[in-house]
């Protein structure tokens, strides 16, 4: 009998920023037909929430940042799973520039991501998913039927950030300044994340997006 007999199928895709995660994992989920979790917008959301109370981040505490997150839910959409802030829909809210220059703040708070990690983990109770984001087929999945981490070249994530910010290529001196963001963004997260032991590489520099696509939804159905 197979370990993952009468379990809900949990595919975790990880890996470096700007390597195409959650896009991959929305449209991994759709063509699988289950829904997608992005737990990097639950952080978003715990971020809006302390916002909210209007102090400068610089004055934050981890206990008043999981004060706040007690206003986020987590639920089942269509599609996906959303966050809800007291209840409400928020996805324009978390997305904003405000949430943007202070969530890495709160992904770095430990109990935080223990929140987090445990409110993903539950919408697996009775629900197939594509989650992606931080320490997913590690600290929260560690027995997902398919684990996957993505990675590109520095400088070919840093030209998908630039064209999906603004919609053309960048210039050499663009490309220049987010490489360099990218690398240093590489070098703080590998102290905080790791690959799965068992997760499969994929490395989409120089394939498209539908093809890498293709690659995790063909894997995913051979462990169905």
């Known amino acids: 009998m197979s370990p993952f007999e009468g379990t809900p199928l949990v595919v975790t895709i990880d890996g470096p920023a700007a390597s195409g995660k959650s896009s991959t994992a929305r449209q991994v989920a759709t063509r699988l037909g289950v829904r997608h979790v992005d737990s990097g917008s639950l952080y978003r959301a715990v971020t809006a929430a302390r916002l909210q109370l209007g102090d400068p981040s610089e004055l934050w ?66 629900h197939e998913i594509v989650v992606d984001g931080r320490d997913m087929g590690t600290a929260v999945f560690p027995d997902a039927r398919l684990k996957v981490w993505l990675v590109a070249a520095p400088e070919e994530r840093a030209r998908r950030r630039v064209l999906q910010r603004t919609g053309r290529e960048p210039t050499a001196v663009e490309l220049a300044a987010e490489t360099a963001e990218l690398e240093a963004r590489d070098r703080h997260d590998r102290e905080q994340t790791q690959p799965a032991p068992d997760a499969v590489w994929i490395d989409t520099t120089g394939i498209s997006q539908d093809e890498q696509v293709g690659q995790v939804v063909a894997l995913a159905e051979e462990r169905r």
């Open 61 to 126: 505490t981890e206990r008043s940042v999981l004060e706040a997150a007690q206003r986020v839910t987590l639920v089942p959409g269509e599609t996906t799973f959303e966050p809800r802030l007291d209840g409400a829909e928020c996805e324009s809210e978390i997305r904003g520039e405000a949430v943007t220059g202070v969530v890495s703040l709160v992904a770095q708070m430990t109990h935080v991501r223990a929140w987090v990690n445990a409110t993903v983990r539950a919408t697996s109770a009775a």
